[in-house]
């Protein structure tokens, strides 16, 4: 399944829309359990006019207005639409309870920074200049994207402003203030729990986060999973649920579902099972796993010690530490890579053999899971294809082990000098 992030991608953005939503006593039973239904909305307008893809159209509604929200401002956020290849489907939508619609934007780019800061800017135009507003979605269409660490410029307001599309350079970590999901992840959830949802899903279990506002649901959900970088979740993963599709919680896999409040309300104990949860709202963690005792004594104490230094948290801080949690399990994978003739394998027992004794029981339960076998099928691609790959989990991966190298010939250096040191004073004693 590899990475879920369409790689070919021509066009900022695949298409726009406003959708008005139905009376929430009109709406019917989901559609997933054989009863009625009625559509959770209708797209009063569009963008592109041609655009044909009959699941995105479908779904677009449910996700607009996910469910009854007693709310009197604006909500921004985002969810994910899987497509049949197992590529993500970014939606970015505002909810504005004044014009009691929703403006949706669907794109294949992972730019939540950029997409999130462009809704309101879309609004704006649309309320004042309806004729400026097409003219923009136009020129924004058949742009094209910039290259890696680049942007483009859109302008409105008749050439007085613009709007810039940067585009993220390759394999940046997300970094606080600039990465509006990080930054509300942070801001509502404890280190603790941000340790017990990295350890839930390394254990892949069915993980729910709930709030009561969207942006915080989707933004939280969406930094936890940035966190398995450079592994992927490979399983369910849906950062707003909708009431629709709220069946997919009986689900007997493993899941990572953002679920609005007053969706979780209608779902009994029974029926989600074993579940983790973690309500952004409360900062209240739930599960009926150990998930954290199960870590190596050593990441976890790790984890703590970083995160507990607040003052440090600017820049890609957090992900970092997250990171090198990663890079101590699984960045020694390349002792195991077997090379043959025609291609590169990986070696299972090798590589428990070439980790550290505290580390092997953990890692052998890990060897098991889909995120990680998914990672070396990836990395073998490329080491077969003959691409040279220098992603920021591989520098750092390096620069653990020149760091681990310049520690132990320090203990080393120590030890010779103490014996040294010993010798010389029994020789003394002796004469």
């Not at 279990?205 to 009561?212: A, E, L, N, V, Y």
């Not at 970092?320 to 990663?326: E, Y």
């Not at 027992?349 to 076998?373: D, V, W």
């Amino acid at each position: 399944m590899g990475s879920r992030i369409k790689n070919d991608v021509k066009k900022l953005f695949e298409f726009w829309c406003e959708v008005t939503p139905t009376p929430w006593l009109e709406r019917g039973s989901s559609p997933r359990s054989g009863g009625p239904a009625t559509p959770a909305g209708v797209i009063v307008e569009s963008f592109p006019e041609g655009y044909r893809d009959k699941e995105v159209l479908a779904g677009i509604p449910a996700f607009a207005f996910p469910c009854e929200l007693a709310s009197s401002s604006v909500q921004t956020y985002s969810f994910v639409h899987t497509t049949g290849d197992s590529k993500w489907r970014f939606g970015f939508c505002r909810q504005d309870p004044k014009a009691k619609t929703a403006m949706v934007l669907i794109t294949y780019l992972p730019w939540h920074d950029t997409f999130l800061k462009l809704m309101p800017i879309l609004a704006e135009l649309k309320r004042t200049d309806a004729s400026g507003f097409r003219t923009f979605l136009s020129e924004a269409y058949n742009q094209g994207i910039p290259d890696s660490g680049g942007s483009l410029n859109v302008f409105y307001n008749s050439g007085q402003s613009h709007f810039v599309f940067e585009r993220p350079l390759q394999f940046q970590l997300p970094s606080i203030p600039q990465n509006h999901n990080l930054a509300l992840y942070y801001s509502f959830a404890e280190p603790k729990e941000m340790i017990a949802v990295f350890a839930a899903m390394l254990a892949e279990r069915r993980i729910i986060f709930t709030s009561r506002n969207l942006d915080r649901l989707s933004s939280c959900i969406q930094a936890a999973n940035a966190f398995l970088y450079p592994m992927v979740w490979q399983h369910i993963f849906i950062p707003v649920l909708p009431l629709e599709f709220k069946d997919y919680l009986g689900a007997p896999m493993p899941y990572l579902i953002g679920v609005p409040e007053p969706v979780l309300e209608t779902v009994t104990n029974d029926e989600l099972g074993e579940v983790v949860i973690l309500d952004c709202d409360t900062k209240i963690f739930k599960s009926p796993f150990n998930d954290v005792h199960n870590l190596p004594a050593e990441i976890v104490s790790q984890l703590k010690k970083h995160l507990n230094h607040t003052q440090d948290h600017i820049g890609d801080r957090i992900s970092k530490i997250f990171l090198n949690a990663l890079v101590q399990l699984i960045g020694g994978y390349r002792d195991a890579v077997e090379y043959h003739e025609n291609s590169k394998t990986f070696n299972n027992e090798k590589f428990i053999e070439s980790r550290p004794a505290h580390l092997r029981p953990f890692l052998a339960k890990m060897m098991e899971l889909q995120i990680f076998a998914q990672f070396i099928d990836d990395r073998l691609k490329m080491l077969n294809s003959g691409l040279g790959f220098s992603d920021e989990f591989e520098l750092e991966t390096v620069r653990y082990a020149e760091k681990k190298k310049r520690r132990n010939n320090i203990i080393k250096n120590f030890k010779d000098k103490y014996h040294y040191s010993l010798s010389r004073l029994f020789t003394k004693n002796y004469i």
